[in-house]
């Protein structure tokens, strides 16, 4: 049996030989199906990766306020770029109240938008972020010169900025920005800081942001009390949830909610770990949706490979009549199309298997000299899966033609013209 079978293998890979270009193309389906496959699940894994790596640096033991509260299955509208208005700067002040919580220890308040600011002839738009002093000690930011601005100027409408270390570039290049003036839409900033270079931080690049005390953003260049996120530092990784809850009841308190089971809340408190749980669940439910869609090119292939079996077999009728005729039994013929379509989807199989590698080690390298935490993930699990699957569907598919031609009439193939 095992003669007969390699004997059938031989014979498969001379035919396929003979006809390269058809071979080809009959394999190219599996060749995409299985290199869709093994790509999206490895890009998958890595976005996931970086995605998550963005999180953490938030910290694990810091809390978020956005505003709206959150939906069913997904986070506030505010997240997809909606504005809502009702979270205010005197909301994160009162989280820092010993009254409201004991285990926050700093906080920081958010207002941003992106306009237009001058230096001289030089003149472009940036990301302009108005914060507090808290936003300096939890981010970790390190001044490259000058300072940050103090919690009196904070309070007192104080025209001031601190450039981060791309937006000190563009305006300033090699000079000296500390004690120059720009100009902010119409109001005139004095540049008191620069920052070290930071990078992106949970997906936002904080070097092209200027930063200016956040009522001084709300009085002259929002006109709104509204702030479009608080973060808060939990003075120990366990205390968090302690803090979300005390969060909750003081807003709740501001805001005249009575209802303490959270269905009328207009904020939405949430930690790190909820949102690495929640992006989890997301891209693993898109990784599967996705492979899913390219596993239908696996079928089409399949098909693809059936048809041209079919056609094999009208071609060669003489040559199975005459194996039959010299004794070869239905079975025999069985065999070897099944081996001969079984070859074709494993060999298309495995170039789709090292061309899904090659492009995911290529995306990964790309992403990580972007500065990107991205990951290679090709696991050998899938690698066999690929294997398997592509085997599969030769047999699958190749069943209905080598039936076909095993039930030839030999005498009936010989006259075939």
Request: with cysteine.
């Amino acid at each position: 049996m095992f003669d007969f079978i390699k004997q059938c293998a031989r014979l498969a890979i001379n035919s396929l030989l003979s006809n390269k270009t058809r071979s080809f193309l009959t394999m190219l389906g599996i060749i995409i199906g299985v290199s869709a496959v093994i790509i999206i699940t490895s890009i998958g894994s890595g976005a996931q990766d970086l995605i998550l790596s963005e999180i953490k640096t938030l910290g694990t033991d810091t809390i978020s306020i956005m505003p709206g509260k959150s939906e069913e299955n997904g986070p506030p509208a505010s997240v997809m770029g909606i504005v809502i208005t009702t979270l205010t700067y005197e909301d994160a002040k009162s989280l820092l109240e010993k009254k409201n919580s004991q285990y926050i220890i700093d906080v920081s308040a958010y207002s941003n938008t992106n306009t237009n600011v001058s230096w001289g002839n030089n003149n472009s738009n940036f990301d302009i972020n108005g914060t507090n002093v808290g936003h300096i000690t939890m981010n970790n930011f390190n001044i490259q010169s000058g300072r940050f601005f103090t919690v009196d100027e904070e309070e007192n409408l104080s025209k001031v900025a601190v450039l981060g270390s791309s937006a000190k570039e563009d305006l300033f290049g090699d000079s000296d920005a500390i004690g120059q003036r720009i100009k902010i839409k119409k109001h005139v900033f004095e540049v008191i800081g620069t920052l070290e270079k930071k990078g992106t931080v949970a997906f936002q690049n904080y070097d092209n942001k200027i930063f200016i005390p956040i009522k001084t953003m709300q009085k002259l260049i929002t006109s709104s009390n509204a702030v479009g996120i608080i973060r808060a530092k939990v003075n120990n990784e366990e205390n968090v949830p302690l803090a979300i809850k005390d969060a909750e009841i003081t807003l709740r308190e501001r805001h005249g909610i009575r209802d303490n089971s959270g269905e009328d809340d207009d904020f939405t408190v949430s930690s790190p770990s909820e949102a690495l749980e929640a992006v989890e669940t997301v891209t693993n439910a898109l990784k599967f949706f996705l492979a899913t869609m390219a596993a239908i090119s696996l079928v089409v292939g399949g098909i693809g490979i059936m048809n041209i079996m079919l056609v094999n077999v009208t071609e060669r009728t003489n040559e199975i009549g005459l194996r039959k005729a010299l004794g070869a039994k239905n079975n025999n013929v069985l065999v070897q199309f099944l081996i001969e379509s079984t070859i074709i989807t494993l060999f298309g199989g495995i170039i789709g298997i090292i061309f899904g590698i090659i492009v995911s080690l290529l995306v990964s390298v790309v992403a990580q000299a972007l500065d990107y935490s991205w990951g290679f993930h090709v696991s050998i699990l899938s690698i066999i899966i690929g294997i398997i699957v592509s085997s599969s569907i030769g047999i699958i598919f190749g069943l209905y033609p080598a039936k076909k031609a095993s039930k030839l009439d030999p005498i009936e193939a010989l006259r075939y013209e």
